[in-house]
């Protein structure tokens, strides 16, 4: 118990400091990145023709994608939820499971999975070496007459490092420029007293630490867990900790995508990991505050 207080009394001293405002600006080669939207987009890169990475990372569902799991060549399900790639570039690691370094690594997982777009490295070179525009846009940008899967990775995943979110409404409150209602402030509150911010915290409000989904009662459903990757049984159920960054924007919740609301995804990670059953009230103001993180989304009309 006196470890509880001393941590709620850390986080309420501490909290606002513990998460940093999105940068306006990242820097990015934007004829890099121009291009990797054009990979992005281009469902040629996939077996059956018709995913692309945006059919699972669609912009008007906040770069994720409104279904459980997502749906892939020959309509083969996922396994898992796909997370928003939106500020990704500020997450430790990439996947769920943190199995990628980086996001350029993170490319080739779909493109390479039976259930997702089902190319292995050689059939995307020989797709995109017998399209005459990519041959043109390779050649300037890398100067080579034959287009290689880590060219294409290192395009795509510049295109993802430029989808970052400044200004929410809480980064515009950090800086002084904006004020939180009400109910946005009580939300904080108990955001903070409750030790929420203990995982979600940083640049990008999480996505910078591996945390067990279920500390307090456990979580049945814990597929593509970290365990998979490291065969340690600690790590079961253990996940990189999501963004709240555009959570709003972003339903259905978790690595299963078993919460359909914003509303329902607070009062699970009240009683899985926090032990409690949060009151209506309570998740109202939370779900207030969580939603001044949505930021200015992208405008792909500055690579046109």
Same mark, same amino acid.
């Given at each position: 118990?006196?470890?509880?207080?001393i941590?709620?009394?850390?986080?309420?001293?501490?909290?606002?400091?513990?998460?940093?405002?999105?940068?306006?600006?990242? /820097?990015?080669?934007?004829?890099?990145?121009k291009?990797?939207?054009? =990979?992005?987009?281009?469902?040629?890169l996939?077996?059956?023709?018709?995913?692309?990475?945006?059919?699972?990372?669609?912009?008007?569902?906040?770069?994720?994608? /409104?279904r459980?799991?997502?749906?892939?060549?020959?309509?083969?399900?996922?396994?898992?939820?796909?997370?928003?790639?939106?500020?990704?570039?500020?997450?430790?690691?990439?996947?769920?499971?943190g199995?990628?370094?980086?996001?350029?690594?993170?490319?080739?997982?779909?493109?390479?999975?039976?259930?997702?777009?089902?190319?292995?490295?050689?059939?995307?070179?020989?797709?995109?070496?017998?399209?005459?525009?990519?041959?043109?846009?390779?050649?300037?940008?890398y100067?080579?007459?034959?287009?290689?899967?880590?060219?294409?990775?290192d395009?795509?995943a510049?295109?993802?490092?430029?989808?970052?979110?400044?200004d929410?409404?809480?980064?515009?409150?950090?800086?002084?420029?904006?004020?939180?209602?009400? =109910?946005?402030?009580?939300?904080k509150? =108990?955001? /903070?007293?409750?030790?929420?911010?203990?995982?979600?915290?940083?640049?990008?409000?999480?996505?910078?630490?591996?945390?067990?989904?279920?500390?307090?009662i456990?979580?049945k459903?814990?597929?593509?867990?970290?365990?998979?990757?490291?065969h340690?049984?600690?790590d079961?159920?253990?996940?990189k900790?999501?963004?709240?960054?555009?959570?709003?924007?972003?339903?259905?919740?978790?690595?299963?995508?078993?919460?359909?609301?914003?509303?329902?995804?607070?009062?699970?990670?009240g009683?899985?990991?926090?032990?409690?059953?949060? /009151?209506?009230?309570?998740?109202?103001?939370?779900?207030?505050?969580?939603?001044?993180?949505?930021?200015?989304?992208?405008?792909l009309?500055?690579?046109?």
């Open positions: 118990m006196k470890k509880i207080f941590l709620i009394f850390f986080n309420l001293l501490f909290a606002d400091s513990m998460i940093k405002p999105i940068p306006e600006k990242i /820097k990015y080669d934007r004829q890099k990145a291009l990797g939207m054009y =990979l992005f987009t281009d469902p040629r996939s077996k059956d023709k018709k995913i692309s990475c945006m059919s699972c990372h669609k912009p008007s569902e906040g770069w994720a994608d /409104k459980k799991v997502s749906i892939g060549v020959f309509g083969r399900k996922g396994r898992v939820n796909s997370p928003t790639v939106l500020n990704a570039v500020f997450n430790f690691r990439q996947f769920w499971n199995r990628a370094q980086d996001l350029k690594e993170q490319v080739f997982g779909p493109l390479h999975s039976n259930f997702e777009m089902d190319m292995d490295k050689k059939e995307v070179e020989k797709t995109v070496n017998t399209i005459g525009v990519y041959k043109k846009l390779f050649k300037k940008i100067h080579t007459d034959y287009i290689t899967a880590d060219m294409i990775a395009a795509i510049e295109f993802e490092k430029s989808l970052i979110t400044p929410c409404k809480f980064d515009l409150y950090l800086k002084g420029k904006a004020k939180l209602t009400p =109910l946005e402030m009580k939300g509150i =108990l955001f /903070k007293s409750y030790g929420c911010i203990t995982c979600h915290n940083g640049v990008n409000i999480g996505g910078n630490s591996f945390q067990k989904m279920g500390l307090i456990s979580y459903n814990c597929i593509d867990d970290r365990y998979e990757i490291t340690n049984p600690a079961r159920c253990v996940y900790v999501p963004t709240l960054r555009n959570i709003a924007l972003t339903a259905p919740y978790f690595h299963d995508g078993s919460a359909e609301t914003l509303k329902e995804a607070i009062k699970k990670m009683y899985y990991n926090l032990g409690i059953e949060l /009151k209506s009230d309570e998740i109202n103001a939370i779900e207030a505050f969580l939603k001044t993180f949505t930021g200015k989304q992208p405008d009309g500055k690579f046109r």
